[in-house]
Each structure stands twice: as structure tokens, then as C-alpha cells.
């Protein structure tokens, strides 16, 4: 599968904006997808995760309550809505999918792909 993430931006703090990612080229449907985050000089984190059906999503604690994970089968996409941003959550975010078929992406799944990343900047 290829991912191909948008929606990046900058944003004032308790602002919103939402990211989408674009999958081709493979059974979207049947896989888990997330999404990643990476600050400047950290890791690469887990944000959010989403089965392969919809039917379970998981959050970081940091994000719970803030945002929301969403697939559309029948588009071959993937988003994420983020809302009330803080200005750590500023990073590059990448989407990902899983590589257990009718799986979830948790934050130890292996990923089977990865999407070239879209920063979002959140300013206080």
C-alpha cells in the first residue's frame, strides 16, 4: 500500500485542523491504519490507531480526548481530526499501515507502510 498524507498546516493553540491520508495501490480495507508523530530531536510516537473495519480505535493518552481517528473504506482513506491543538503537539505526522490483516494499529504493531509525513506547527 502507498500512503500519501495532507493537510498540514500551521495552526494557533485550541485551534483544529485535520489530516488526511491516501492509500492506493492495495487492499486498503483489510488492514489497520494510524497515525505517528515525530517532534524535532525526538522519537517517532504513536497517536492514534483504527482497526481495519472502524470498529476500535486506540489514542495516546496525550491525545485522548482531543483527537479522532476515521476511515472511509470505500475511498481508500484515513484522517485524523485534532482538535483543541497545544503547542506540543507539534511534529511531523505520518500515517501508517499495519501489516496484520483485519488488525489494528496499536503503537508496537508492525507497520507495513508509511505515508512521506505532514508537519503541523501549533503556535501559542
Known amino acids: 500500500v502507498q500512503l500519501q498524507a495532507s493537510g498540514g498546516g500551521l495552526v494557533q493553540a485550541r485551534g483544529s485542523l485535520t489530516l488526511s491520508c491516501a492509500a492506493s495501490g492495495g487492499d486498503f480495507s483489510m488492514y489497520g491504519m494510524g497515525w505517528f508523530r515525530q517532534a524535532p530531536g525526538k522519537e517517532r510516537d504513536f497517536v492514534a490507531g483504527?482497526?481495519?473495519?472502524?470498529?476500535?480505535?486506540v489514542y495516546a493518552d496525550s491525545v485522548k480526548g482531543r483527537f479522532a481517528i476515521s476511515r472511509d473504506n470505500a475511498k481508500n482513506m484515513v484522517y485524523l481530526q485534532m482538535n483543541s491543538l497545544k503547542p506540543e503537539d507539534t511534529a511531523v505526522y505520518y500515517c501508517a499501515a499495519g501489516k496484520i490483516p483485519r488488525g489494528v494499529v496499536i503503537k508496537q504493531s508492525p507497520i507495513a507502510s508509511w505515508g512521506q509525513g505532514t508537519l503541523v506547527t501549533v503556535s501559542s
Open positions: 483504527i482497526s481495519w473495519n472502524g470498529g476500535t480505535t
